[in-house]
């Protein structure tokens, strides 16, 4: 499984991207899909996670109302929208997939600065 993310940038305070993960490879054979964030000196840290069908999501306490999770599993994609972004949301933002083998895959990641 391969995992690209794009999307990233530089926004302002209280604007909105839009992350992509496009799988490809065994996507069969993907289960729960996330998002992931690395601030700078910080560890990494899950933001949403979503289930194979999409049913089910789970969200960081520091995004919930802000953040959208999906995933559109024809087109082997996942999608964060990002709303009111605040300057603590910068970061390293990794696309994740776990597969029915339990083996977990990460993107390459993509970088989001919310500037003040």
């Known amino acids: 499984v391969q995992l690209v993310e794009s999307g990233g940038g530089l926004v302002q305070a209280g604007g909105s991207l839009r992350l992509t993960c496009a799988a490809s490879?065994?996507?069969?054979?993907?289960?729960?899909m996330g998002w992931y964030r690395r601030a700078p000196g910080k560890q990494r840290d899950m933001v949403a996670t979503?289930?194979?069908?999409?049913?089910?999501?789970n969200y960081a306490d520091s995004v919930k109302g802000r953040f959208t999770i999906s995933r559109d599993n024809v087109k082997n994609t996942m999608f964060l929208q990002m709303d009111s972004l605040e300057a603590e949301d910068t970061a390293v933002y990794y696309c994740?997939?776990?597969?029915?083998?339990?083996?977990?895959?990460w993107g390459q990641g993509t970088q989001v600065t919310v500037s003040s």
């Open positions: 979503i289930s194979g069908g999409g049913g089910s999501t």
């Open positions: 490879g065994n996507t069969f054979s993907i289960m729960e």
């Open positions: 994740s997939a776990r597969t029915f083998y339990s083996e977990v895959y």
